[in-house]
């Protein structure tokens, strides 16, 4: 985008250079200080006490003073150097500069500079054209005319659904000192919009009653059955060995898929948490893909089914959080290796390719030759607690959320998550992410 | 687009996007908020979402009369008439999707309570926000003049097709199990064939755009949930 630059605010550099003569001027009457003290001492009559304390404060004073303006004046001529007019300055890179998403608008209510934040929060927003073209709540809407009309500011809560859900404080200020509506030029910096993010108080609340509720569901059944054995144990089977056994192994099993279900929904709850944020640490797509590779490479054997790797010898890098890609390939190939086991062969790949929506993209594909998906499940695979079989999901030790969080995951990398199966021919899961362009 | 001589004529078709891009906004925020209504059961907010389509047909009241104006006044040539048409068609299909949610939010004042928790409604959410993003998907690419990006829009239609009708069943199973559960969950069949209608005309809009982009209609195979295997494309989920 390229750099609106509008001039900042005249700034006043004799009023810069005056305080810096200031600073000068208080030193030079410290110092004048401290010699009128050692004058006195001469006069007093205890001269060696008093000519030791004001030497002790001349030294204070000049080492206390010295470095603190030293450091005063050296922002001041550096402020000076950066304001004076002639300086190569923008007034875009101080809002570049801004945490929070902020927009310039003309009367017109027309973009004239999107910051850094709020193009990373909104990567449509363009210069020159309506703001509300691509924020297109209505509450901004009306915002904005209501500033662009009479009032000087307004504000407003704005929720935004798509990819993710986040919600935000919205300010709508008109500039101080902008002169009157029609006598501005279109183009000409006329309000500004600044945008506090609010959504992870949101998401606390919702993730609270949510989180109850699924545990609750979830986690009843296996501690009904985990009950109903240990009140066989203690009736009927009490002196039963053989039943003591197998009772024992199904509450093991019963009991761990209810420690991993709460680890699930734990997890599922942070990514949820965190969906507003993009993760932005540089990751190596081919070195992610070897390292669960290797991890599963243990299940993969047991399971006699074969992993096979085509990756570029490249680096292909992502703007992403390294754990949470981990565990979308992790879920992936185990799903693979687990339900696909039949077919032997779990094929993982990793090609550039163009995406209509996001561009420049890496796609991930997971591919088995199992049994496949039936056409009616695939697209409800990702609800939470979805399984196409849940017998088979059972036996698997499988906790219907895995999925879930893939897709979470993905979607918080701004990226998509496809499924295709013919039944009877296996599965492929394809995990689009934005490419990251090496600046 | 070609530059205008004439000033005002741009404003005008300017002032004809702004009110596509408000009628969506409003779309968006409505569905949301049937959604919304629909989950908590929150009679008074479907009562909001009831009352504020009649911004919609207001709306596209004005586009149509805007629009009629404008081709009678200026008597635009080819790129500038198929866009005013375009817009038109738009306007009135963002109105339909406004009826439609105004009809869930109609269900959502009759519909018993108690039922609430059946898991379907995972589905039906599952459902509204792949609608909520093929609606916000495709006035992005109008207000960006994106073909590509409408052309996305409409690939993807099948998505929700498949989702219904998964719904369906789903549905028709719980009917079985629990008789008492049949009227709500006839409500909900309604909903799912609602918000699967507003999927319907976000896909023509999505033919509107590439048709004001390209000036050619989209066409060729397009994975209908119904009817094609699953192996021609890669579903979104
Ligand atoms: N590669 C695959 N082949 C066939 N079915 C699969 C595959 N991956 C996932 N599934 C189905 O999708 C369901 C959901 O998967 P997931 O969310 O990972 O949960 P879990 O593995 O804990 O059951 C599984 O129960 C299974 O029925
Ligand atoms: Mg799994």
Same mark, same amino acid.
Request: charged share 25%; aromatic share 4%.
């Given at each position: ?128 054209? &309506? ?96 009950? %109903? ?119 993982? %790949?990793?090609? &550039? ?18 049994? %496949? ?52 021919? %296996? ?13 | ?237």
């Amino acid at each position: 985008m390229p750099e609106a630059g509008a001039p900042l605010p005249e700034a006043p550099p004799s009023a810069l250079r005056s305080r810096v003569v200031q600073g000068k001027v208080l030193r030079l009457m410290a110092l004048a200080t401290g010699l009128a003290v050692l004058a006195l001492a001469h006069l007093s009559s205890l001269p060696w006490l008093a000519h030791g304390l004001a030497l002790l404060l001349l030294a204070l004073i000049y080492v206390g003073w010295r470095p603190a303006l030293r450091r005063e004046e050296g922002r001041l001529s550096e402020a000076a150097r950066v304001l004076r007019p002639d300086a190569e300055f923008k007034l875009s890179t101080v809002l570049d500069a801004l945490g929070a998403p902020t927009i310039l608008t003309d009367r017109r209510g027309h973009i004239v500079h999107a910051n850094a934040a709020a193009l990373k929060a909104f990567p449509g927003l363009k210069q020159g054209h &309506p703001v509300t073209f691509f924020i297109r709540a209505p509450a901004m809407l009306s915002g904005l005319e209501a500033v662009l009309g009479n009032d000087s500011e307004v504000r407003f809560e704005l929720l935004d659904h798509i990819p993710v859900e986040r919600s935000y404080d919205v300010l709508i200020r008109r500039l101080g000192g902008a002169p009157e509506v029609g006598h501005l030029a279109i183009g000409t910096a006329f309000a500004v919009i600044f945008m506090t993010e609010t959504s992870a108080a949101k998401r606390i609340e919702a993730m609270r009653v949510d989180f109850v509720a699924n545990a609750s569901h979830e986690l009843r059944t296996p501690l009904a059955s985990i009950l %109903g054995f240990v009140e066989t144990l203690q009736g009927p089977a009490r002196d039963d060995a053989t039943a003591r056994r197998t009772f024992l192994g199904i509450m093991e099993t019963q009991a761990r898929r209810m420690a991993r279900l709460i680890d699930d929904l734990l997890s599922l709850s942070k990514i949820e948490m965190s969906a507003h944020i993009t993760p932005s640490a540089e990751i190596d797509l081919v070195a992610a893909l070897r390292s669960v590779v290797d991890t599963l490479g243990g299940l993969a054997q047991d399971r006699a089914v074969a992993l096979k790797l085509t990756l570029p010898e490249a680096r292909s890098l992502v703007a992403g959080d390294r754990d949470e890609l981990l565990r979308v390939f992790e879920n992936l190939i185990e799903n693979g290796i687990k339900y696909g086991q039949s077919g032997g062969v779990v094929e993982i %790949g990793l090609t &550039p390719v163009e995406d209509a929506v996001i561009g420049p993209a890496l796609a991930i594909t997971v591919r088995d030759f199992g049994p %496949g998906i039936a056409a009616k499940h695939l697209p409800r695979l990702t609800e939470r607690f979805y399984r196409a079989d849940v017998s088979e999901s059972r036996v698997m030790g499988g906790t219907g959320l895995g999925l879930s969080i893939v897709k979470h995951i993905v979607t918080r990398h701004r990226g998509r998550l496809g499924i295709a199966s013919i039944p009877g021919d %296996g599965a492929t899961f394809t995990v689009t992410l934005p490419a990251l362009t090496p600046k | 687009m070609t530059q205008h001589i004439v000033r005002t004529f741009d404003e005008e078709l300017g002032l004809l996007s702004s009110k596509i891009n408000q009628m969506g906004g409003i779309a968006e925020a409505m569905m949301v908020d049937a959604l919304d209504a629909l989950s908590k059961h929150d009679v008074s907010k479907a009562r909001g979402v009831i009352e504020r389509d009649a911004q919609l047909d207001a709306l596209q009241h004005d586009i149509e009369e805007l629009a009629v104006l404008v081709i009678a006044r200026r008597q635009p040539m080819a790129n500038d008439l198929r866009q005013i048409m375009g817009t038109i068609r738009i306007a009135s299909d963002l109105e339909r999707i406004g009826d439609l949610v105004k009809n869930i939010g109609k269900r959502v004042t009759v519909m018993e309570e108690r039922f609430l928790s059946m898991r379907s409604l995972s589905g039906i959410q599952h459902m509204a926000h792949l609608v909520l993003g093929q609606v916000k998907t495709v006035v992005d690419s109008f207000a960006q003049n994106n073909a590509e990006l409408a052309r996305h829009v409409w690939l993807h239609d099948g998505e929700v097709d498949t989702l219904n009708n998964s719904l369906f069943r789903e549905l028709l199973t719980y009917m079985m199990e629990d008789p008492r559960s049949i009227t709500f969950a006839t409500h909900l069949l309604f909903i799912a064939k609602n918000i699967e209608r507003a999927g319907d005309h976000a896909t023509n809009i999505a033919e509107t755009v590439y048709f004001i982009e390209t000036g050619q209609q989209l066409s060729g195979p397009r994975p209908k949930g119904d009817t094609a295997p699953y192996s021609l494309s890669a579903k979104d989920v």
